[in-house]
């Protein structure tokens, strides 16, 4: 094969004038996700790795792995609706789930008497489909009446396209579509209750038009007993925008139905419905916006200046709602960010606002209350290099309760200022608190205390104990100080022998932060090498490294724009002055160094093995975007022009092509040993340029390059713990030995 690069030869003809041409393709073949002919290439692809990698110690780590994916001492997370708990859970014994709810007073014991609703691998038995579970909408009742019907989404391969069924809890049961039950074709879309009777809907199905993006175009209001393609259409956007949404905001007293253009990624148009038309709400499109109840709140991507005022990116904004909407520009501000301090996210209890914040990538939590001309205290729930997160348990519940009612022991009386904490580390297992907020002193402290008791604690699986977690600072190339964790142990030997893995992402403002993982604690903390891996033993166990580089949402979306489109190349420098920083403190070399990333971050992980091959011993890149070329007309790729760019124009392509690992590849380059996996049916990055890649790197001559492509799971790459395990297993296994002393 001849040398591809980012300036090889182009495909001549037929190119529309103002297009960027493209670059020579001799696999585009594979780009026919279900054609007999690629399958059969992903299938003889699967089995040599599969030859490779399933030896004796890849049975006994995927064990471990699934044993703490199936384990049932795990915290089963539950959603308030009315006066049941619910909770979806999978286990070795459900590995498609179970949907299930309890009371506060058995979700408190050690072992909770679940009422189970839907056993989702009896319905996939029955219906001859591989469904999963994503999620319920309930309909809001009628004032002292249950929760009772809700509408599931359920995936027929774990991909985004979803089937929408209405069912009925209390007789654990779907509604029955001859009887007027709702029953949506699958699609990719979104559904929101109007009332009993009567849903929106913006969908694909049923010959509703889809944008470029593949996401609905437009959005129906749907009666009981009719078909989508006989609703009224009500909403519709532009072709080259990204996805169309209509919802209904049912809380009592403050009823409104929103429309939101979804221009691209960081752009949208909200619209209220107001007199049977809709109004625009009067924004710039990058700043996004929530409503509740009386307020309107603003969190400007960019500096905003408005009624004569500036205000900086990240900062919230909040407003009375009908009077912005009469054209009244009078703002209060709730949060500024500084050079550390970023807002994650908001969330209401009955009478008061929690914010998550992440200061230098460490949690905090404040506490506002309206009341008090939005008074802010500090919650004292975030110890040091952790993730804590605070959210509403359910604020419309007992309204008088949650400031008035017994505080001592936080519970069903007073939920509507209760609230939830998930505290989170790399060496602490999961917590979860409940609390309740009051405000200090009726005599005038507008202090607000919490009181709050640990309710559930998930079970340590590795020996915690045995490492620390450290957080240091490397420079990247333009002078900026990123930020990474390092888990390791604590007598770690700064020798540069320490197998390492570099985790990072570094799109689309997502924040990588503390989380404890059983399966990253068995499988490369504690790992040793044994003398069956057929590789000369190491003795020591893996250090595991998290990058926070730009593009992301660490330090809010200033950081993230620092990275985008023909700014891209910060997050690559970014993530290999991690790499550097990590070589030059001893801890690890290039030869036991490796990384790993998935979706986006195979992206970053793909740019690595082409522009810093030197760095990495081995690259296990996930999900991928590979061919930035053709990653716009493949799948969901046209969604995310606004985070890239356009490879159509030429002006966009000239540096696009400087980080598409497809069309950086070169002959004569020492590349790091390569593990490139996907899903087939992943309908949102697809499978496609991960093989394309695959079977460059291969017809090339590259030595060490294996794929590998589960048959089923979504853009998760895994619909259920078996198949996590499995995809945890195979890159976790790939890396150890390519890493600890031989050659995969």
Known sequence: MTTTAADSAFASGGVPEGTAPEPTDENIWLEDIYGEEQLAWVREQNARTEDLLEDAEYARLEGGILEVLDSTDKIAMVTKRGDWYYNFWKDRENPKGLWRRTTWESYCTDAPEWDVLLDVDALAAEEGEEWVFHGANFLRPEPGQPYRLALLALSPDGGDADRYREFDVETRSFVDPAAGGFDLPTAKGNVSWLDADTLLVASTADGLPRTASSYARTAVRLHRGQSLADAARIFDIPEDHMMAIVTHDSTPGFERTFAVDWVDFFNRTTSLLQDGSWTAIDVPTDVNLSAHRDWLFFRPRREWTVGGASYPAGSLLAADLDRYIAGERSLTVLFTPDAHTSLQSWSWTRNFLLLNLLR?????????????????????????????????????????????????????????????????????????????????????????????????????????????????????????????????????????????????????????????????????????????????????????????????????????????????????????????HLISRGVTSRERLGCVGGSNGGLLVGNMLTRYPDLFGAVSCGVPL???????????????????????????????????????????????????????????????????????????????????????????????????????????????????????
């Open 360 to 580: 230098d990538v460490s949690s905090e939590i404040r506490v506002l209350d309206p009341s008090a001309g939005w008074s802010s205290s500090v919650l004292d729930a975030c110890p040091p290099l952790h993730d804590v997160n605070a959210f509403a348990v359910d604020d419309e519940d007992d309204a008088e309760g949650g400031s008035e009612g017994d505080h001592r022991s936080p519970g069903p009386r007073g939920a509507g200022d209760d609230f939830w904490l998930v505290a989170t580390g790399f060496t602490t297992p999961t917590t979860l608190t409940r609390g309740t907020l009051r405000r200090g002193n009726p005599a005038g402290d507008a202090s607000v205390v919490s009181s709050h008791t640990v309710v559930k604690a998930s079970p340590s699986f590795f020996n915690d104990a045995a490492y620390e977690v450290q957080q240091h600072f490397a420079v990247s190339d333009d002078g900026t100080r990123v930020p990474y964790f390092q888990i390791a142990a604590r007598n770690l030997v700064l020798d540069g022998q320490n197998p390492t893995q570099l985790s990072g992402y570094g799109g689309f403002e997502v924040s990588r932060t503390p989380a404890y993982s059983g399966a990253v604690g068995r499988a490369w903390l504690e790992r040793r090498t044994a003398p069956s891996d057929g590789v000369a033993p190491h003795s020591r166990g893996g250090v595991y490294v998290v990058a926070n580089i730009r593009g992301g949402g660490e330090y809010g979306p200033s950081w993230h724009r620092a990275a985008l489109q023909e700014n891209r190349h910060r997050a690559f420098e970014d993530f290999a002055a991690v790499a550097k």
């Open 626 to 744: 590979l061919d930035m070329r053709r990653y716009t007309k493949l799948s969901a790729g046209h969604s995310w022009i606004a985070e890239y760019g356009d490879p159509e124009l030429p002006e966009h392509w000239d540096f696009i092509r400087t980080f598409s690992p497809y069309h950086l590849l070169k002959d004569g380059v020492d590349y790091p040993e390569t593990f490139i996996w996907t899903a087939t049916s992943d309908d949102r990055v697809g499978p496609v340029q991960a093989r394309k890649m695959a079977a460059r790197m291969q017809a090339m001559g590259i030595p060490n390059v294996w794929f590998h492509e589960a048959l089923e799971g979504g853009h998760a790459g895994a619909s259920d713990n078996r198949q996590a395990a499995a995809l945890q297993t195979r890159s976790q296994h790939f890396l150890w030995k390519s890493l600890a002393g031989g050659t995969a």
